[in-house]
Each structure stands twice: as structure tokens, then as C-alpha cells.
């Protein structure tokens, strides 16, 4: 369980290095509140002969003991000094205890605060040096401000990596652009399915679209997203012109991409690293794609269905 120790002895400046919610800290008060704190917090002592205590994990539980007026907390210690200490974080982390921007802003700490080197962290954590670089990279990508929406959990971190920076990468949007789309939709309650509408429009449907939702129109705009109402005569509205071009390439890219990854001589350690991200997000989606294709197939068909 570790030692027990005075609550007023942590020194948390890592808080904002992991993410927030709002809804799981509700439900961990409550837990706390009945039970106690079951698992210990992590950190390290900030030296020898200072009573401080730096925390890296637990912060959640730390929160709630400071409302519920516990004197003392389980805590446990995980490292020498503060380096070793969040090289352990991130060793033993998985993605539910450690999510990976919360694993891309330590590793940046460790190259820009403490100065190691990529072939450094990736030595010590056991990792590959790309899976290092995807991270910096990832992270060093993302403003400040996008950063703070992100870890205050007002805007998904889900929708930021397999939205917002696929269409940075292919569609030339810049980080200025980001930022506004972010700062408009963060904290409005809105799915990670509904932000990628938005975003789509915001980005690919022309002036009036963004216009709309620049001004905090979100409801009207989905509504009349989600509607998808045909064009009149022969000319083709906006979004449905969109959904054609979109469906275009993606008849084309499933294509070139079953011959491209077929192929044995790709083993570049530096491209798995990238396109496991990229996998992993393609995944998530397949059930969710391919009911739409399937659904929308039978819409287009109704005369055979």
C-alpha cells in the first residue's frame, strides 16, 4: 500500500501533465468518500533533506482527498530522482493508465527540461527510437492552447489525433485554423462523431459552413449537416458534393493501400511507429464504417432492398 504520508507535503506542478475529467472524478469522490483510497498515489521525494514529496500519478485521488479533508494520503515512491521517476511512469503505463499525449508530454519533459537525448529515453523506457520521435513530434504540433483544452478535458483527445491531425496532414490546415476550430467547439458537450462533421465541414465545406460555425451556431450546423437534404434540380449542395468527393477517394485509397501494405519489403521501424497510430485509429472506426457504407448501400438501392 506504501507509506502514509501529510497531504500538504505534495508538490503537484506535474498536474498539468495528465489529462482531466470531470465525470470520472465525480465517480472516484464517491468511491473514495465510502472506501478510502485503495491504491497509493506515485512520486518521488524532491531530495533527501526536504520533506517534499513530488507527485506524478494519482492526481485524481489527490483532488478528491483534498475535498473530503484527508490529513494524510497512501503514497509511494518510484524512482531516486525525479528523471527515474518518470521514466517508470512511463515504463510500466499502459493506455488506460497513461494516455499518449500524457506519455508524448513527459518525454518531451525528459528531452527539453532534463536534455536526454531520443537514444537516451528509448534506451531507458525500453522503446524504439521512433516510438520516441512520433511522440515529440505529436506533442511539439499541438499549441498551447489546443494543449490546455486537451488536458482540462474540454475538447477529446481522440478527436485531436485522428481528426484534426489527419486533416492538418492532408488537407494543409494550419495551426492557426486548429486553434479556432478547437476553441469554438471545446467544452460544448459535443461526440467525437458529431466533432468530425464539424470539422469536416469547418475545413472542406467552404466559407458559409465555417462562417456558421465560427459563431457558435453548433446545434444549427449539425442539424443541417446530419440532414444531408438532396440537391435541387441538378445542381448538388454543398455536402452532398462532399460526401461524392469523399467517397471517391476512399475507393481510391482502399485500393492503393491493399497493394501498398501487402508489400514484404516495407519494414521501416520508423514507419510502424507512425502508421500504428494511424492503424489503430482506422480500427476504431471500421464497425462504425462499415455500417454507414452498408446502411447508405441500401439507401441508394431501395428498389433492391
Not at 85 to 91: C, E, K, P, T
Not at 277 to 300: D, K, N, P, T
Amino acid at each position: 500500500m506504501g507509506d502514509s504520508v501529510e497531504i500538504s507535503r505534495f508538490d503537484s506542478k506535474f498536474e498539468g501533465y495528465r489529462m482531466k475529467s470531470a465525470s470520472r472524478e465525480k465517480i472516484l469522490l464517491s468511491s473514495i468518500s465510502e472506501r478510502g483510497i485503495e491504491e497509493p498515489l506515485c512520486g518521488v521525494h524532491f531530495s533527501p533533506d526536504d520533506r517534499t514529496v513530488v507527485l506524478l500519478d494519482g492526481f485524481k485521488r489527490f483532488r478528491c482527498a483534498l475535498r473530503l479533508g484527508f490529513p494524510a494520503v497512501p503514497f509511494l515512491s518510484i524512482g531516486r530522482d525525479e528523471v527515474t521517476a518518470i521514466m517508470q511512469l512511463i515504463r510500466t503505463s499502459n493506455a488506460k493508465s497513461l494516455t499518449f499525449i500524457e506519455q508524448a508530454k513527459l518525454v518531451e519533459e525528459l528531452k527539453r527540461v532534463y536534455g536526454l537525448s531520443v537514444a537516451d529515453i528509448a534506451t531507458y523506457l525500453g522503446r524504439s527510437k521512433a516510438w520516441v520521435v512520433v511522440r515529440i513530434e505529436a506533442f511539439s504540433s499541438m499549441s498551447e492552447s489546443v494543449q490546455a483544452e486537451i488536458f482540462s478535458g474540454r475538447f477529446p483527445l481522440y478527436s485531436y489525433l485522428y481528426t484534426l491531425r489527419q486533416l492538418r496532414r492532408l488537407n494543409g490546415v494550419t495551426s492557426k485554423e486548429v486553434d479556432e476550430f478547437v476553441g469554438v467547439v471545446s467544452g460544448k458537450g459535443v461526440s467525437t462523431r458529431d466533432i468530425e462533421l464539424l470539422a469536416r465541414a469547418y475545413f472542406q465545406g467552404g466559407t458559409e459552413i465555417r462562417q456558421h460555425i465560427q459563431s457558435g451556431a453548433i446545434g444549427f450546423c449539425l442539424s443541417q449537416l446530419k440532414e444531408a437534404a438532396p440537391g435541387h434540380g441538378n445542381e448538388l449542395n454543398e455536402t452532398v458534393r462532399n460526401a461524392l468527393r469523399d467517397l471517391e477517394i476512399a475507393n481510391r485509397v482502399m485500393g492503393r493501400l491493399t497493394l501498398k501494405l501487402s508489400n514484404p519489403k516495407i519494414e521501416s521501424r520508423d514507419f510502424f511507429a507512425e502508421a500504428e497510430l494511424l492503424v489503430s485509429g482506422i480500427m476504431r472506426l471500421e464497425a462504425r464504417f462499415r455500417g454507414a457504407i452498408g446502411g447508405f448501400y441500401a439507401r441508394c438501392r431501395p428498389e433492391k432492398c
